[in-house]
T-cell receptor, first 117, second 113 residues
Framework: AQKITQTQPGMFVQEKEAVTLDCTYDTSDQSYGLFWYKQPSSGEMIFLIY??????QNATEGRYSLNFQKARKSANLVISASQLGDSAMYFCAMRSLAGAGSYQLTFGKGTKLSVIP | NAGVTQTPKFQVLKTGQSMTLQCAQD?????MSWYRQDPGMGLRLIHYSVGAGITDQGEVPNGYNVSRSTTEDFPLRLLSAAPSQTSVYFC????????????FGPGTRLTVL
């Protein structure tokens, strides 16, 4: 079974500062993918970034980067130069890349990020 | 492309009533799935489909039925609604790539009284 743990229920960051949202995971799979989604107050789920377990480089997408530490089973999201529009819930998720589990995303409980002007 | 669409956006039911949540996608994705989101919880998988005619259970399937007669549509049926099914429901679709990014619909907020 897979498990995602997000230990920060809420975070505050000053506008234009960087912030790290923590995510640890547990899986017995060798091949898996890690995802981060953003959910603004309007409710939609927005894909931000993906990291494969065999990817050697940390993923980056614009202001988002994923600090992947495989040995520690962590996949922290780093948002640089925070903007007011970054205020939202952020979910870490994972899926196996093989077998029946490859069709299922397992989500953490989320972190609510508030950006302060 | 409309992406993933869901109807209705809001619904109130009485205990014991039945209803169908509609989900459609126009991206020709093979994989479609239904999640529910409860307060303080992440999304949990209810049912999923890997193609027309093929469905399987996720983490929390009890009380829900699905079918997949076409690639585009993946309705979720509540046969006898219960207050425990009050939640926000998301439909998602994805390709068969390793990245398998899931595209989510806007959600349906369901309240069961």
């Amino acid at each position: 079974a897979q498990k995602i743990t997000q230990t920060q229920p809420g975070m505050f960051v000053q506008e234009k500062e960087a912030v790290t949202l923590d995510c640890t995971y547990d899986t017995s799979d060798q091949s898996y993918g890690l995802f981060w989604y953003k959910q603004p107050s309007s409710g939609e789920m927005i894909f931000l970034i993906y990291q494969g377990s065999y990817d050697e480089q940390n993923a980056t997408e614009g202001r988002y980067s994923l600090n992947f530490q495989k040995a520690r089973k962590s996949a922290n999201l780093v948002i640089s130069a925070s903007q007011l529009g970054d205020s939202a819930m952020y979910f870490c998720a994972m899926r196996s890349l093989a077998g029946a589990g490859s069709y299922q995303l397992t989500f953490g409980k989320g972190t609510k990020l508030s950006v302060i002007p | 492309n409309a992406g993933v669409t869901q109807t209705p956006k809001f619904q109130v039911l009485k205990t014991g009533q039945s209803m169908t949540l509609q989900c459609a996608q126009d991206m020709n994705h093979e994989y479609m799935s239904w999640y529910r989101q409860d307060p303080g919880m992440g999304l949990r998988l209810i049912h999923y489909s890997v193609g027309a005619g093929i469905t399987d259970q996720g983490e929390v399937p009890n009380g829900y039925n699905v079918s997949r007669s076409t690639t585009e549509d993946f309705p979720l049926r509540l046969l006898s609604a219960a207050p425990s099914q009050t939640s926000v429901y998301f439909c998602a679709s994805s390709t068969g790539t390793a990245k398998n990014e899931q595209f989510f619909g806007p959600g349906t907020r369901l309240t069961v009284l």
